[in-house]
């Protein structure tokens, strides 16, 4: 058997098309950047969404199925791929659109059951704003305690004026209950 038969069936096995499993060594993270954005309802960047895509540096092993996405928790997305033992956690910016859709009581069990990041600290300065979508009227005022988004608040307009409950929408910003179209 002379030489050229085995380079050329050398050649046609390297040539032969692979399985996309073993072409694909790493995971794709446009795909989890995707994944993230359609489990927590908003795109990068945008109130609620990544606040940035996944770092293109990470290098995480292709996982067979599709990565699990479980949150947001404690201000992310978590996803991680069971089979393979790898996890991230995905920041979201504050301000989700569920937060801002309805006031959420401050009594709730379910807003007692997970503590959750202040983002209004005693004694910021917050605007205060009340309307809906056609009409909203806001004042500064300060924050008399600290507050997660979605939890109701005291603040005032000065250390003599009485307190006046409000939702913490996001950072910086609180409203009147009761407005829920805005």
Same mark, same amino acid.
């Given at each position: 058997?002379?030489?050229?038969?085995?380079?050329?069936?050398?050649?046609?096995?390297?040539?032969?098309?692979?399985?996309?499993?073993?072409?694909?060594?790493?995971?794709?993270?446009?795909?989890?950047? $995707?994944?993230?954005?359609?489990?927590?309802?908003?795109?990068?960047?945008?109130?609620?969404?990544?606040?940035?895509?996944?770092?293109?540096?990470?290098?995480?092993?292709?996982?067979?199925?599709?990565?699990?996405?479980?949150?947001?928790?404690?201000?992310?997305?978590?996803?991680?791929?069971?089979?393979?033992?790898?996890?991230?956690?995905?920041?979201? #910016?504050?301000?989700?659109?569920?937060?801002?859709?309805?006031?959420?009581?401050?009594? #709730?069990?379910?807003?007692?059951?997970?503590?959750?990041?202040?983002?209004?600290?005693?004694?910021?300065?917050?605007?205060?704003?009340? $309307?809906?979508?056609?009409?909203?009227?806001?004042?500064?005022?300060?924050?008399?305690?600290?507050?997660?988004?979605?939890?109701?608040?005291?603040?005032?307009?000065?250390?003599?004026?009485?307190?006046?409950?409000?939702?913490?929408?996001?950072?910086?910003?609180?409203?009147?209950?009761?407005?829920?179209?805005?």
């Amino acid at each position: 058997m002379s030489k050229l038969p085995k380079i050329l069936l050398l050649a046609l096995f390297a040539l032969a098309p692979k399985p996309a499993l073993a072409q694909q060594k790493f995971e794709n993270l446009d795909r989890i950047d $995707g994944l993230v954005a359609m489990t927590v309802g908003a795109n990068i960047g945008e109130p609620g969404g990544p606040i940035a895509p996944v770092d293109r540096r990470l290098r995480l092993a292709a996982c067979p199925s599709a990565p699990s996405i479980d949150g947001p928790v404690f201000g992310a997305a978590i996803v991680k791929c069971d089979a393979l033992g790898w996890r991230i956690r995905v920041p979201l #910016a504050a301000g989700s659109a569920a937060a801002a859709a309805g006031p959420v009581g401050r009594y #709730a069990p379910a807003a007692r059951s997970v503590p959750r990041e202040a983002v209004v600290k005693k004694g910021d300065p917050v605007q205060l704003v009340a $309307g809906n979508a056609v009409f909203n009227v806001s004042r500064v005022m300060v924050a008399d305690e600290d507050g997660a988004v979605g939890q109701t608040i005291r603040v005032r307009e000065d250390k003599k004026s009485a307190p006046v409950l409000a939702q913490v929408v996001e950072m910086g910003i609180v409203r009147v209950p009761g407005f829920n179209d805005f």
